[in-house]
């Protein structure tokens, strides 16, 4: 009976021992949140506009600002996912995002995703390339696309040709307005 008891406290411990092993693997490594500046966008839509020059370019920390703002709006990813936090950075072609989550109000959980990043009118469309707990790969489907409404922050007479990833910022070209156009946005 005495060795039972032994190998029962023995399984406890390792069990003990292997959840918060977990527990602290999947905790995020560096603390974030959810607190942004606003882009002036539409401002800048109408100095180029002014400038004559048909794109805006976009710094990582603006990007960084338009994403904490979207997740801030509707932190609850899913039910039971809470976003706490989160820093988006470009990479190569990429936009990669590091995120702190807390699941079930409990577990803290470090993500990394990597979304490719296209425009489909009037919105820039995230889609997953590669989604990551630490190190550990998810599966396909468990991250979805995010849809950034940026066709909304920008004046109306405005429609965006391309979004590009390159050298470290977001370069939004924009088709060449009408005279009517500008006369119209000018007032």
Do not use: C, H
Not at 43 to 59: F, H, N, T
Not at 91 to 120: C, F, H, M, S, T
């Amino acid at each position: 009976m005495r060795k039972w008891l032994v190998a029962l406290l023995i399984l406890i411990v390792l069990a003990g021992g292997a959840a918060a092993g977990a527990y602290w693997y999947v905790s995020p490594s560096q603390p974030l949140d959810l607190q942004y500046e606003e882009v002036p966008l539409e401002q800048r839509a109408l100095d180029m506009v002014r400038r004559l020059k048909p794109e805006l370019v976009l710094s990582e920390e603006d990007v960084d600002n338009l994403g904490k703002k979207q997740l801030a709006a509707e932190p609850e990813y899913r039910p039971g996912l809470l976003i706490t936090g989160a820093r988006f950075r470009l990479e190569d072609r990429l936009l990669v995002a590091d995120v702190n989550a807390k699941w079930r109000n409990r577990v803290p959980l470090g993500l990394q995703i990597a979304y490719r990043v296209r425009w489909e009118s009037p919105n820039l469309i995230a889609e997953v390339v590669e989604a990551k707990l630490k190190d550990i790969r998810l599966p396909e489907g468990t991250v979805d696309d995010v849809v950034i409404p940026l066709g909304d922050e920008l004046p109306k007479l405005l429609k965006v040709r391309d979004v590009r990833l390159e050298g470290g910022k977001v370069t939004v070209e924009f088709r060449k307005p009408s005279l009517q156009d500008l006369a119209d946005l000018l007032g």
